[in-house]
């Protein structure tokens, strides 16, 4: 499974990013999509994740309401459509697929098979 992110860029306080994640190479249903961040001197930290086949999504609570996850089958790109943003959402994004059956662990890195490279997300005040 191949993982391509795209989308990061610099922005300023209260504008819009949607990033992308095409993924490619082995398929399955029971993929769960996850989106996470890192910022520099800090651990990787969970954003959002969506189920591949259900579609359904959980956020963590620093972007709810502001980030949304989405996935479009047709495409297999899983997409993080970012809103009202903040310098604190300053961060490399890493796009993420797991195959296993992950619950109440679905917002541990650990929990995820493949990961994309990154994308730079710079949002200045």
């Known amino acids: 499974v191949q993982l391509q992110a795209s989308g990061g860029g610099l922005v300023q306080a209260g504008d819009s990013l949607r990033l992308s994640c095409v993924t490619s190479?082995?398929?399955?249903?029971?993929?769960?999509m996850g989106w996470f961040r890192q910022a520099p001197g800090k651990e990787r930290e969970f954003v959002a994740a969506?189920?591949?086949?259900?579609?359904?999504?959980y956020y963590a609570d620093s972007v709810k309401g502001r980030f949304t996850i989405s996935r479009d089958k047709s495409k297999n790109t899983v997409y993080l459509q970012m809103n009202s943003l903040k310098p604190e959402d300053t961060a490399v994004y890493y796009c993420?697929?797991?195959?296993?059956?992950?619950?109440?662990?679905?917002?541990?890195?650990?929990?995820?098979?493949?990961w994309g490279q990154g994308t730079l997300v710079t949002v200045s005040s």
């Open positions: 993420a697929a797991s195959l296993r059956s992950i619950t109440s662990s679905i917002r541990f890195p650990s929990s995820y098979d493949y």
């Open positions: 190479g082995r398929t399955h249903s029971r993929y769960t």
């Open positions: 969506i189920r591949w086949s259900t579609g359904s999504i």
